[in-house]
């Protein structure tokens, strides 16, 4: 049982370890090894406590169990500083681009743990909206799915001469909806700079899907 329970819970979001204590077949501590970015000691408390929700829902879902959040205990992670793992994003950009046969539409391709998905959307002519909308197509696949977009603007900054994309979506989870904001700068590629603006607002936010997930949906 704890072995599963284990791999549930290093599915979670900023989880990169953990360690769960059985006695006489119940749940008695749960240790976690979890990267906690946010500097000031209130942001890295609101963490902590998403964190442990997170993990107390993942395994409500997965294991009808549910557990004291008080035998919860959190460590922070400690990247090897020759090591810059630690700065990849849990979700990937492979590609993001206009295809014009058989049909024209936008296509993004996002890779996250192993998993490739391709998202398209047919194109409106609205370059940005088709390529946040391919995103959306590319992360149901991956199993990330209650994104709405609230709204997507180009911004230009005359002072430092430069385009960038922002955008807001809302996200409805199990604790509630949330409004996360994305901001990416616009090099050239218009389409590429709209799913980064995504995943700068979500990667942070929603927790990895477990491998149980799909079998009982």
Known sequence: MSSAITETIRAVQHVRDCHVVEEQGEVTQIFIEAELPSLNYEDRTREIKSIVRSIIGAVAINH?????Y??????????????????VPR????????RRLPRREMVVELHCLGQKAVGCHPSTGNITHDAFYACIDALAQLGFTGFDLVYLQILNNDFANEKIVLLKVEYASTYGVDHL??????DEDLPLAVVK?????????????????????
Do not use: C, F, H, W
């Open 197 to 217: 603006a995504v995943l700068s607002a979500i990667n942070r936010r929603i927790g990895l899907p477990t491998r149980t997930e799909s079998k009982d949906t």
């Open 181 to 186: 904001l994305g901001v990416a700068q616009i």
């Open 64 to 68: 009808n169990l549910q557990l004291d």
């Open 91 to 98: 979700i990937q950009i492979g590609a993001a681009y206009m």
């Open 70 to 87: 008080r035998k919860i205990k959190i460590v922070e992670y400690k990247p090897d500083e020759t090591s810059d793992a630690s700065v």
